[in-house]
């Protein structure tokens, strides 16, 4: 069964460093999400991406935040000057379409910032 | 009003028994309630879903109640087996057309089942 695979599995940075999360969406899937996951809370959203453009965002995606969709498989959560309360896991999730089309998550990158 | 309320936030069942996790929304536009199991390690994944035009949905062992008037749904796991101890999210959305539906959740109930 096609699988969202997300590199790396564990990012350990610096405070006040970029890191760059990575993302391959399921093939044919037109959809994508980021989403995180404090320790012990739930998992909020973050942003959903269409059409080489941010369709919808959350307060948190503020302008340390962004997403890109570099070339046709790949899809990135960028955050500059990380912060200590960006520590988080981050998933990606992509559905084949719109209206409710099951989204499907990949195993997250564990982020923690020192 | 965005927000999912779930409970409880942890819950023991012996093998056999019946789990139920329980979630409360206040936005009357959510259309759309997916339920997703989470294993240590592991995204969630989608497990059973329901719009609100139905009052239940069966796959399985697993079943959704929904009670629109209440504004709230439910999950029950049927025989529960020890396979099943993993936490479970309940989630709400607003169905939004060519565009991304961003996936409210709640807090997440860790199920234990005891062999």
């Known amino acids: 069964e096609p699988e969202v695979t997300q590199t790396p599995s564990h990012q350990v940075t610096q405070m006040g460093q970029e890191v760059i999360l990575r993302c391959v969406p399921i093939s044919n899937h037109l959809y994508f999400y980021w989403y995180r996951q404090i320790l012990g809370q739930k998992v909020e959203f973050l942003v959903s991406f269409y059409n080489n453009e941010i369709s919808e965002k959350s307060e948190i995606f503020d302008d340390q935040f962004s997403v890109e969709r570099p070339d046709g498989s790949n899809f990135t959560l960028k955050i500059r000057s990380t912060k200590l309360e960006d520590s988080a896991m981050y998933f990606c999730?992509?559905?084949?379409?719109?209206?409710?089309?099951?989204?499907?998550f990949g195993d997250g990158t564990r982020l923690s910032i020192l | 009003q965005q927000q999912v309320k779930q409970s409880p936030q942890s819950l023991i069942v012996q093998k056999g028994g019946i789990s139920i996790i329980n979630c409360a929304y206040e936005n009357t536009a959510f259309d759309y309630f997916p339920w997703y199991q989470q294993f240590p390690g592991k995204g969630p994944a989608l497990l059973i879903a329901?719009?609100?035009?139905?009052s239940e949905k069966k796959e399985g062992r697993f079943t959704i109640s929904f009670n629109k008037s209440a504004k709230q749904f439910s999950l029950h796991i049927m025989d529960s087996q020890p396979g099943d101890s993993a936490t479970y999210f309940c989630a709400a959305t607003v169905t939004a057309y060519n565009a991304g539906n961003m996936l409210t959740f709640g807090g997440g109930t860790r199920l234990m089942v005891k062999p």
């Open positions: 999730a992509s559905s084949p379409g719109p209206s409710n089309q099951p989204q499907h």
């Open positions: 329901i719009r609100p035009d139905v």
